[in-house]
């Protein structure tokens, strides 16, 4: 399956503590675990890990039952849901395809978008873990609603608090090549 990737200046604004909860979580565990990423006044200021989510045919299984019910309380303390973040083998650092039926990360982000009418776009981090010795990294990508068909590599600016400390592309050393062209 061919996917279109690009890349965009629009950046993802997250604060370091979220990084560094993702890090203590995700960072650390064996491949595949996730979370999803919560904004206020469009920051990513809270990550909540999925404790129900299964690793199933080598794939990262969200817990949607639960993850939904804790939403619904965030959501009336005024939080948005507007990404999610999982971790990859070391050496996959793109999100996987649509491969239909919302399944395969690109169509899972698709299937978010379909049902958070109020995004007009949907992020997601790939992490790759410590557990295998290596070091933690994030890849960020963006999809916009009106684009659904390109993920967008976007970089990451990190919050604290109110104040833009510096926007950088996370272990920007450690990334290859922005891919501008198409992944197969
Ligand atoms: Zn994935």
Redesign the pocket.
């Known amino acids: 399956m061919k996917k279109a990737m690009a890349h965009t200046n629009e950046t993802i604004k997250i604060e370091q503590s979220v990084l560094d909860s993702i890090q203590n979580t995700i960072g650390k565990f064996k491949v595949?675990t996730g979370g999803i990423l919560l904004s206020k006044n469009g920051v990513i200021c809270k990550f909540i890990f999925d404790e129900g989510g299964t690793c199933s045919h080598g794939?990262?299984d969200p817990d949607y039952k639960g993850l939904n019910l804790i939403l619904k309380e965030e959501e009336a303390k005024g939080f948005t849901y507007v990404g999610s973040v999982?971790s990859?083998p070391r050496g996959?650092q793109y999100?996987?395809g649509d491969w239909g039926n919302n399944t395969?990360?690109h169509g899972a982000i698709k299937a978010n978008l379909a049902c958070n009418q109020n995004l007009d776009r949907y992020s997601a981090l790939?992490v790759y873990s410590e557990f295998d010795g290596g070091p933690f990294e994030i890849f960020s990508y963006t999809v916009f609603r009106n684009n659904q068909d390109i993920i967008f590599e976007a970089e990451i600016e990190i919050i604290n608090g109110e104040i833009v400390l510096f926007a950088i592309r996370v272990k920007a050393n450690l990334l290859q090549p922005a891919l501008k062209g198409v992944l197969i």
């Open positions: 595949e794939a990262y999982h990859h996959i999100p996987s395969g990360d790939i």
